[in-house]
């Protein structure tokens, strides 16, 4: 099969041909139909020992496909299912596991493998699509995912004013259940305007440049500052520059990932009693109804979809997302081209 190789810091993707895996007992294998290129990916390529991966690894977390072969051992899928997979691999056996919380294991881990036309998972990372769903578009279930956790950790109630930092695909996804959860004002900042008919068309109340001026601006959009303000970015300071952007006995929630340390000062948060929550991962819950929240509506997450590649393009367009483009979220797929 073809895969994608991570081969060292520095060094661009290398397309291989590798051995076709073959399922556990446990496990399925996949044909993959699509895969999401994520932030986190690129952060992996620049720091690997922080995520524990090293030479030769597959990267990919977000993706979705045919079950072509069961392990002996599984029950409940069969040859032929579509499946979304949930990246994260717990034991199964402990009480996070039971829960259907593998994020939180103590033996979790994040896999990849979706830079590749086949791949092995546990059957319990596998949820069925609906039917009306494209197999394809059953890679967004994740970064979907993430967008719902991270608004579950707010207290976000109808009616509520949101302000999100960041237009990247998880910040106009945080959006999206903003929205559909009930928020009166949802407003999405960035530093350029390349996403902002994106925002809009996946629920957004309107779009903003970040800066000096951002806080007036969002009061005057919204009659006050938010209740509510979500950092989806992870540089340096934004956490600081969320707390000095809500209100009195609001709420920031960091949801970027801010890798190398950061400093802020806690007396802003600390003198207007603000509530400072992080969220990471999901659940299978919320994997499920993200799954779901991808069918008809009248905001579709489907939007965040800027192009589609095959496996040949993947090392050029992987440099490419390095630096800031008008890209949203690239889907490597199997049917591109």
């Known amino acids: 099969m073809k895969a994608a190789i991570f081969d060292g810091v520095g060094k661009p993707l290398r397309i291989a041909d590798l051995d076709r895996p073959e399922p556990a007992n446990d496990e399925v294998l996949l044909r993959l139909a699509a895969c999401g ?57 402990c009480d996070s596991c039971r829960r259907g919380e593998p994020a939180w294991c103590a033996e979790m881990r994040l896999i990849g493998g979706g830079y590749a036309e086949f791949a092995t998972v546990a059957a319990r990372q596998c949820r069925v699509l609906p039917d009306d769903l494209p197999t394809a578009e059953g890679a967004l279930a994740e970064p979907m995912a993430v967008g719902l956790h991270a608004v579950m ?10 302000l999100v930092l960041g237009a990247g695909p998880i910040g106009l996804l945080v959006a999206f259940w903003a929205r559909r959860l ?20 996946i629920g957004a109340t309107g779009f903003v440049l970040s800066g000096p001026g951002l806080a007036a601006e969002v009061r005057e959009r919204m009659g006050g500052l938010p209740d509510i303000v979500f950092e989806c970015v992870g540089k340096r300071g934004l956490i600081d520059f969320a707390c000095s ?14 890798v190398g340390g950061d400093t802020w000062d806690p007396f802003a948060a600390l003198s207007k009693e603000i509530q400072v929550v992080f969220a990471a991962f999901f659940s299978m819950a919320e994997f499920e109804a993200a799954l779901y929240a991808l069918g008809p509506g009248q905001f579709r997450p489907q939007a965040l979809v800027t192009e589609r590649i095959d496996f040949g393009r993947i090392p050029e367009t992987f440099e490419a997302l390095r630096r800031r483009t008008t890209q949203c979220k690239v889907l490597i797929s199997a049917d591109a081209g």
């Open 37 to 93: 290129i994520c932030g986190s990916d690129l952060h992996m390529t620049e720091d690997p020992a922080t995520f524990g991966i090293g030479e030769g690894f597959v990267l990919g977390h977000e993706f979705a496909g045919e079950i072509l072969r069961c392990g002996g051992g599984v029950t409940g899928l069969k040859p032929g299912d579509r499946v979304a997979v949930a990246p994260m691999y717990g034991c199964g056996r």
């Open 153 to 162: 950790r707010s207290p976000l109630k109808p009616g509520d004013h949101v």
């Open 182 to 201: 009930g928020a009166r004002h949802v407003v999405v900042a960035d530093v350029n305007r390349h996403q902002e008919e994106r925002a809009l068309a």
């Open 245 to 258: 952007l809500v209100r009195v006995h609001g709420t920031v929630v960091g949801v970027g990932l801010c």
